[in-house]
C-alpha cells in the first residue's frame, strides 16, 4: 500500500464523518504547524525577544482569561452532562458509533469545542514567556500541552464518542476548580490568600484523582479498546 493510499485509508476512510471536513481536523498539517510554532516560539524567539526587556505584568489578560476558562469550561461541563450521560448513558458497554441523532452530533461539537479550546491553551506559555517566567516551562508542561491537542485532535477526528466524553466532563469540571482557584489568587487580597492555603491541598487532591480518573474511565468500555488500543497508555493525557 502507497502513501497516497495510506492516508486515505487513515485520514478520509477511517475518520468519523461527521467532523472529519470541520476546521483543523481534515488534515493533521494545519495543527502540525501551529504546534511547531508553539514549540519554536517557545523554545525560541519568544526567549529571544524578551531577552532585554522588562517583564510584562498581564495582571488583566491574566484575570479575564482565567474568567474565559472557567465560564467556557462550565458550559462544556453542562453540554456534555446533557448529552447523554444525564438520560441514557450508563457505566457499561456503551456500543461504538457514529449516530446522526440530535444528541450525538451535539455530542461531536462539544469535543470538537473542547479541542479548539486546547489550543487555545497554548497561550498560557506565552505569558510565562512575556512575564519571563521561564522556570515554570517544564519538560512535562510542554509535553502536556502538546500531547494534549494531539490527542484531543484524534478524539475529534476518530473517537467523539460517548466512551471518550467522560473523561471530557472529569476533567473540564477539575478545570472550573483550578481557573477560580487561580482567578482568586491573582486578587492577591490577604483574606483569600489565607483560605486558599488552606484548600490548595485539596486542589492538589483533585488534580490526582483527575489524572487517575481519566484513565479509569475507559476501562469498561471495551468497544473502545477494540477500536483504539494502541491509545490505552495515554488516553488521560487527552484533556
Known sequence: MGFTELYNHYMIEKADVRTNDWFLIHSPIPLGLILISYLYFVLGCG??????????????????YNIFQIVVNALLVYYVATSGWTTHINFG???FDYGTDPISIRLTHVIYWTFIVKIIDLSETAVFIFRKKNNQISGLHLYHHVTTCLFAWLSCKYWTSYMGSLTLLINCGVHVIMYTYYLLS????PSIQGVLKVIKPYITIVQMVRYNSGFS?????????????YLNGALYYIY
Do not use: D, W
Not at 47 to 64: A, D, E, V
Not at 186 to 189: A, D, E, M, V
Not at 217 to 225: A, L, N, T, W
Open 186 to 189: 491573582s486578587t492577591g487580597k
Open 217 to 229: 474511565s475507559f476501562m469498561p468500555f471495551k468497544e473502545f479498546y477494540r477500536r483504539a488500543t
Open 47 to 64: 526567549p529571544r525577544y524578551m531577552k532585554n526587556r522588562q517583564p510584562l505584568s498581564l495582571k488583566t489578560y491574566i484575570k479575564y
Open 93 to 95: 458497554c456503551v456500543p
